[in-house]
């Protein structure tokens, strides 16, 4: 028994360690705090404005004040505009989602949209922040991913589709994650229809979820035959040191007899079962 409580704690402990990682990227945004920065431009983020130009608006990074680690990202609309940063997020359908992020407002128009999280497609934009406002505000977006759903363009942006805006925006720490509901009255989008956007990065990433699933399950079914193979050896080993001692006294550890012993035992276990029974009489 003390050899199975062993292998037990083993197997639990490798079957955990295998686990962990699934619950550690929650997280489906690509560099969320934009502390990864290539050429003055935040990794993973497309950025794009109805009114083109650097004259119209500027994208960037800042580092004074973000709301967490060296770096935010600032959109500065010279011109009313509708601009901002865009991800893909991968999504699966029929699933809902939360997206925060933390906002903060410097002379933004107070008649237009101001700074928003959307959707790209789609009207309907988390509360907007306006103004000028120095303390960090965090906007949330529920999205439903319906039925043939795979990905979604999400915005971090300054005004919006004719509601162009002019002002500063900062934005930093974007989550996005799965939830199980939406709460009455909250800002939602629901997405439906197939798209055909994305499909390599989203059928990577399924895959990549099934994988994780497929490990998750051989693991189980590994466990199951491990515990199975244990408690059938244990006996017999028992057995069979009690039928080694009555014969021939050569004990379980042996030459090529114990191991044809062995050998007999998995080709018939049944015979070998009745002759055990038979010598132990
Ligand atoms: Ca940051």
């Given amino acids: 028994m003390k050899r199975i409580s062993v292998w037990l704690i083993f197997l639990a402990a490798a079957f955990l360690t295998m686990s962990e990682p699934v619950s550690a990227s929650d997280n489906l945004a690509k560099n969320p705090s934009f502390e990864q920065v290539s050429g003055g431009i935040p990794s993973d983020w497309q950025m794009n404005a109805y009114v083109k130009g650097a004259e119209a608006t500027a994208f960037g990074i800042e580092s004074a004040d973000s709301h967490s680690g060296a770096n935010c990202a600032v959109i500065t609309n010279s011109l009313a505009n509708d601009s901002r940063y865009v991800q893909t997020i991968p999504v699966k359908e029929?699933?809902?989602y939360k997206i925060t992020c933390w906002i903060k407002t410097d002379n933004v128009g107070l008649d237009n949209k101001g700074a928003n999280i959307s959707i790209i497609g789609n009207t309907v934009s988390?509360?907007?922040?306006k103004g000028t406002d120095?303390?960090?505000k965090n906007a949330v977006l529920y999205v439903a991913a319906g039925k043939g759903v795979s990905s979604m363009e999400m915005s971090l942006g300054l005004g919006?589709?004719?509601?162009?805006?002019?002002g500063k925006a900062y934005f930093d720490d974007?989550?996005?994650?799965?939830?199980?509901?939406?709460?009455?009255?909250?800002?939602?989008?629901?997405l439906s229809g197939a798209e055909n956007n994305q499909k390599t990065e989203i059928k990577t990433n399924n895959t990549n979820n099934g994988n994780t699933k497929s490990n998750s399950y051989l693991l189980l079914i590994f466990i199951v035959v491990a515990i199975t193979l244990i408690a059938l050896v244990i006996p017999k080993d028992k057995?069979?040191?009690?039928?080694t001692g009555d014969?021939?006294?050569?004990?379980?550890?042996?030459?090529?007899c114990g191991r044809n012993e062995a050998a007999a035992d998995v080709i018939n276990s049944d015979d070998s079962e009745y002759i055990d029974d038979e010598d132990l009489i």
């Fill in 174 to 190: 974007v989550l996005v994650e799965e939830t199980a509901g939406m709460p009455e009255g909250a800002h939602t989008i629901r």
């Fill in 160 to 166: 919006g589709y004719s509601s162009m805006n002019t």
């Fill in 94 to 96: 029929n699933t809902n």
């Fill in 247 to 256: 014969s021939s006294g050569d004990g379980i550890i042996g030459g090529n």
């Fill in 134 to 136: 120095n303390s960090w």
């Fill in 126 to 129: 988390s509360v907007d922040f």
């Fill in 239 to 243: 057995k069979r040191g009690i039928k």
